[in-house]
């Protein structure tokens, strides 16, 4: 199934878009160049292989992955399979990896030395910088990857605490813009500003005070409003709306967190509905048009941003929960284009689809 440039996700609760998401942010934590690899992946950062097995599985079963990718001008594939160890049950281990660009295979495991050594099993040649060499443009492309999440509590806290570097929920996203080049950060804000004036009533401008300059010794970036009052004050982080924030987190990873995919979860928490039916319009003028041009990948579940009629079929993947799982239903296929070409609104057809399926359910 192939990704539109721009793609939204819809389903029910539970009918798996979180794990949609997160098998981009697989790849990239295994692939990630601090910290990353598969132990690291399934064992500390998802507690296991057993909490990754779909929940529809039977028995023991397998985990498997495969993505394709166009990387410049070649078409890449890679493919992981994960099983447990037999002496360390609990211990996952590469079952199978295979590494394929332009239909020639560069990498096939297990391989004669994995045989001879299964320990080697333990990594998979993606983390590895003596083994990937010949598809470092995949581990890159992995890299890239980023998941934001804005939380505005943790942007607002005067306390704040970063948990991490490049944190997804926000808790370092101040210190980031605080951290740019004055041109960079110039250009951000222009652009932000640009775009916050089609949303936010009487947005006027945006600065940042950075750490050397703040009275407590943390950046902060200020708004101020147009008002009845000519000389009213900023207003910092802590006096911002949570939409505000959210705004401006979308904003931020969308212009200045990589080239990679970006991943957005939920973009509509805390905007107001008329701003959620322009999102889709505003993410679009945000992505860049030319070869640095990023894939947004959001999971939702507002039909208000099918509303926006800028959004074609072939970007919106409906996930539907039946017996045996969950099915994605792209809606660019023609059955789904027919009923749309005869007066369907694209958002009406998706309720519609995504309307809980109660069939197998039964009650004593």
């Excluded at 919106?316 to 792209?330: D, S």
């Amino acid at each position: 199934m192939q990704l539109a440039e721009r793609v939204f996700l819809l389903g029910p609760n539970a009918s798996g878009k979180s794990n949609f998401l997160d098998v981009f942010r697989f790849l990239s934590d295994i692939a990630a160049e601090r910290g990353g690899g598969l132990q690291y992946a399934i064992t500390l950062k998802r507690g296991g292989l057993r909490a990754i097995r779909s929940l529809s599985a039977r028995r023991r079963s397998d985990v498997a992955v495969e993505a394709e990718m166009v990387i410049g001008e070649k078409k890449w594939i890679y493919m992981l399979e994960i099983s447990h160890d037999k002496s360390v049950p609990k211990r996952p281990v590469v079952k199978r990896e295979i590494v394929k660009c332009e239909g020639e295979t560069l990498c096939e495991r297990p391989d004669e030395f994995d045989k001879r050594d299964p320990e080697r099993l333990r990594q998979t040649h993606l983390e590895q910088i003596v083994m990937n060499e010949k598809f470092r443009d995949v581990v890159n492309f992995f890299r890239s990857i980023r998941y934001f999440h804005v939380v505005p509590q943790m942007i607002r806290h005067p306390e704040r605490v970063m948990v991490s570097d490049q944190d997804p929920f926000g808790s370092d996203f101040i210190t980031r813009i605080d951290k740019l080049n004055k041109r960079t950060q110039d250009a951000w804000i222009k652009r932000v500003s640009s775009a916050l004036k089609k949303v936010v009533p009487q947005y006027d401008e945006m600065k940042i005070v950075s750490k050397g300059e703040s009275e407590d010794g943390i950046p902060h970036l200020i708004m101020r409003h147009k008002h009845w009052r000519p000389k009213a004050g900023w207003q910092d982080e802590r006096q911002l709306s949570d939409g505000t924030l959210r705004l401006l987190g979308i904003f931020w990873a969308l212009l200045l967190e990589g080239n990679g995919p970006c991943l957005l979860e939920e973009p509509e928490l805390s905007l107001h509905p008329e701003v959620v039916r322009i999102l889709p319009s505003l993410i679009g003028e945000l992505q860049v048009k030319d070869k640095t041009s990023r894939q947004v990948i959001m999971s939702t579940y507002s039909l208000d941003m099918l509303r926006d009629e800028g959004v074609k079929p072939d970007e919106v993947l409906v996930l539907r929960t039946e017996r045996e799982g969950t099915k994605i239903l792209p809606m660019g296929l023609e059955e789904y284009r027919t009923k749309i070409n005869n007066g369907v609104a694209l958002a009406d057809l998706v309720q519609s689809l995504m309307s809980i399926n109660l069939d197998y359910l039964s009650v004593d």
